[in-house]
């Protein structure tokens, strides 16, 4: 995985007010989907593994010094934001192709699905970030394109005051 060195203040969003938010940083890079698990046979030995642990163990060493001196065992809520690069077919050609075309979407919406995205996060975290991702009472996602691709992360206590409205 290439590393890109981006501060967290290029990219988070002023729509979010800091303060809400335990933790809140950026993992540079395109947005990984969690795959699923394969069941394989060698004989009569039957086994499973895990197509993702080592895009999880690379995006974990990333986001690790962020994570709290403890991991948090209490009600949790996350906010992810995964940012995606725009296709050659969001900008125009000729002399204007630096620029964006008035169709360009700013929402992604083909695959990965945002579900497996989140999950890819989740479980990257378990036992680092949080104790199990069962802790997570209340999840946002939210897909889009972006100059930069990365994933913005923002963890929060429920015991605080959080702005919900993030999205808007």
């Known amino acids: 995985m290439t590393q890109i060195k981006i501060s967290s203040s290029e990219i988070l969003k002023s729509d979010i007010i800091e303060n809400d938010w335990n933790i809140l940083f950026v993992v540079p890079g395109n947005p990984k989907a969690l795959k699923r698990h394969r069941t394989f046979q060698r004989g009569k030995f039957t086994g499973t593994y895990d197509p993702s642990a080592n895009d999880k163990a690379d995006f974990l060493a990333i986001a690790m010094e962020n994570k709290p001196s403890v991991p948090y065992n209490e009600a949790l809520a996350v906010l992810l934001k995964f940012n995606f690069p725009r296709p050659k077919n969001h900008y125009r050609t000729g002399s204007k192709a630096h620029l964006l075309k ?4 700013k929402y992604h919406i083909g695959i990965p699905d ?55």
């Open 114 to 168: 945002a579900d497996n995205l989140a999950k890819f996060v989740c479980d990257s975290f378990n036992k680092v970030f949080w104790k199990d991702d069962s802790c997570i009472s209340e999840l946002f996602v939210s897909k889009q394109y972006s100059i930069t691709p990365c994933v913005e992360i923002f963890i929060a206590t429920l015991h605080k005051e959080v702005q919900t409205d993030i999205f808007n």
């Open 102 to 105: 008035d169709s360009a979407p």
